[in-house]
């Protein structure tokens, strides 16, 4: 079992920036790739960035310059670097940990990212 519990959201003007994080606790973190994904409003949710245990990096297309997915397996912890947010990165930004291919069954309760002026 892994619980994971997101922090770091809030209201942000745009071109601003967030930092979130994602503490999980219980099984191994270290043997998970963890993953940010996002879901706005009447859209389904979608990947973000993702990272192994080894640092190997994936950003979706929408957040690459501008994101910065990263973790600390000593501290059991990832995090979300977020730059030049825009408008429509408004969403609820939520934790996974599961595989390179997919996303695995355990999700943090989500935090919430609004950009707006």
């Known amino acids: 079992q892994v619980q994971l519990v997101e922090s770091g959201g809030g209201l942000v003007q745009p071109g601003g920036s967030l930092r979130l994080s994602c503490a999980a606790s219980?099984?191994?973190?270290?043997?998970?790739?963890m993953g940010w994904y996002r879901q706005a409003p009447g859209k389904q949710r979608e990947l973000v960035a993702r990272?192994?245990?080894?640092?190997?990096?994936n950003y979706a297309d929408s957040v690459k310059g501008r994101f910065t997915i990263s973790r600390d397996n000593a501290k059991n912890t990832l995090y979300l670097q977020m730059n030049s947010l825009k408008p429509e990165d408004t969403a609820v930004y939520y934790c996974?940990?599961?595989?390179?291919?997919?996303?695995?069954?355990?999700w943090g309760q989500g935090t919430q990212v609004t950009v707006s002026s």
């Open positions: 219980g099984s191994i973190f270290s043997a998970y790739v």
């Open positions: 990272i192994t245990s080894g640092g190997s990096i």
């Open positions: 996974n940990a599961g595989y390179w291919s997919r996303p695995g069954n355990y």
